[in-house]
């Protein structure tokens, strides 16, 4: 799907009356007679819990049955696990915190990513795990803090990630510092730029999106989308949609 044609399908989805409770698990209607691919947003907290969880899920939801992705929400972990996980060509982490599977959960989760699966970390995916290694790398890059409040900053896309040929976004949502800068790691789709954020401290190179193939499978991270009303800007319903096509294999760019 072209940059122009993912921000129409995002437009066009904003339009859309969708809504979800997280906890149990949901499916999104199929587009079409036939069976549509299949991604698991997995949205458990053990920390703190964000209040757009819910919107995010219902805007992951839309996204996908607009463009023939049949999308799951949970927050039971034990579905990770081989039979299961094998269900699904990918697998959103959405506002996750702290430690929110166990090690043979861990495990089959990593055997998944290994043989193909895609991932896909919202915000707070970043603020989880913290004691697996592994999930780390996967993500890119651990949270470290973030300013109080919200911040209006300056996003510019990079290596033409912007939707229907965007370089630069003006956006508000709490801004992630993160413990390492993973552009030495990842291919760094979107930045902030510093000038415009002068609470942060992650200096002259703020990398806020990301995606690589380093642990076998796909991975696309962003570090918007803590506040509720971001989930119905346009751009950033595009953004997700790039990062959902991706990781579930419908799409070569990240």
Do not use: K
Not at 5 to 28: K, R
Not at 138 to 152: C, E, I, M, T, Y
């Amino acid at each position: 799907m072209t940059p122009r044609l993912l921000f129409a399908a995002a437009c066009a989805v904003a339009l859309a009356n969708c809504a979800t409770q997280a906890g149990s698990a949901q499916v999104a209607a199929p587009a079409s007679a036939d069976a549509p691919q299949r991604v698991l947003v997995f949205s458990r907290t053990a920390g703190f819990r964000h209040d757009s969880i819910p919107v995010a899920i219902a805007t992951l939801q839309a996204l996908g049955t607009h463009s023939g992705l049949a999308v799951d929400a949970t927050e039971d972990a034990a579905l990770f696990n081989d039979a299961e996980l094998s269900r699904y060509a990918a697998v959103v982490f959405a506002s996750t915190t702290r430690e929110v599977l166990d090690p043979v959960q861990q495990a089959a989760f990593e055997r998944y990513v290994a043989a193909g699966g895609g991932f896909m970390g919202v915000h707070a995916a970043a603020d989880s795990g913290y004691a697996w290694p592994w999930y780390g790398d996967l993500v890119g890059a651990w949270f470290a803090r973030h300013p109080d409040g919200l911040q209006p900053v300056r996003v510019v896309f990079e290596n033409g990630a912007g939707p229907d040929g965007l370089r630069e976004w003006r956006v508000t949502d709490e801004i992630y510092d993160y413990r390492r800068n993973p552009r030495a790691f990842v291919r760094v789709t979107a930045s902030i730029d510093p000038a415009s954020h002068p609470d942060g401290r992650m200096g002259e190179d703020h990398p806020i999106a990301w995606c690589h193939a380093n642990a076998g499978g796909r991975a696309w991270y962003t570090g918007l989308g803590h506040d509720a009303a971001l989930y119905a800007d346009p751009v950033f319903r595009a953004h997700l949609l790039r990062g959902l096509l991706w990781t579930a294999g419908r799409s070569d760019a990240c």
